[in-house]
């Protein structure tokens, strides 16, 4: 599911024009966006947590020039589902075997 598929459901759901649902879905990821980037987690109960996780710094290779090289420490943002999220999708879908 794309972003404009969420926009168009969220327009069918309610009556609102697309346009104004776009902006509302956009407003929202930017605000997310913008707490994360200030190193601030928002929390939705009953959906999940945007958090910002540490990396430790780590020693890599550079298989091309057969080097190591040093990652540094660093933040990355992550999603933790709800519990009851979870729960949900645990009992409603099908396991997809490859």
Known sequence: MTKADIVAKISEKL?????????TVESFMDEVKASLESGENVYLRGFGSFIIKTRAEK??????????IRIPAHNIPAFKPAKVFVEGVKSNTEVKVK
């Open 59 to 68: 020693t890599g290779r550079n298989i091309s020039k057969n080097t190591t």
């Open 15 to 23: 009556g609102l024009e697309k346009g104004d649902v776009q902006a």
